[in-house]
């Protein structure tokens, strides 16, 4: 069993920064492959950013490529989602979530232990 745990959420104007943290525990964690998932209002859950477990390989959606930057700590733990130059869109409650594969995914489908999410809000 894995339990994800984010924080990190909060709210911020146009143009701020957050970082958001997932921290893990449960079996192991090195060689697993971690995302960040959104979902906005009335829409579906969207990928973020992934990161494959030898941390060498990242993957992220095109509407935050340039702006967010995933990161893992393996001594600690916990893998990282540092945002910048936030906009009104970005606003979602953000999950963290385990991949089954060892190599980055953007398919939800490919991620079987989720948090239980984070709320960011980005204010015009």
């Known amino acids: 069993q894995v339990q994800l745990v984010e924080s990190g959420g909060g709210m911020v104007q146009a143009g701020g920064s957050l970082r958001l943290s997932c921290a893990v525990s449960?079996?192991?964690?090195?060689?697993?492959?971690m995302g960040w998932f959104r979902q906005a209002p009335g829409k579906e859950r969207e990928f973020v950013a992934a990161?494959?477990?030898?941390?060498?390989?990242?993957y992220y959606a095109d509407s935050v490529k340039g702006r967010c930057t995933i990161s893992r700590d393996n001594a600690k733990r916990t893998v990282y989602l540092q945002m910048n130059s936030l906009k009104p869109e970005d606003t979602a409650v953000y999950y963290c979530?385990?991949?089954?594969?060892?190599?980055?995914?953007?398919?939800?489908?490919?991620?079987?232990?989720w948090g239980q999410g984070t709320q960011v809000s980005v204010s015009s």
């Open positions: 449960g079996r192991t964690f090195s060689s697993d492959t």
């Open positions: 990161m494959n477990w030898g941390g060498g390989t990242t």
């Open positions: 979530a385990r991949g089954i594969y060892s190599s980055g995914s953007s398919n939800s489908a490919d991620y079987n232990f």
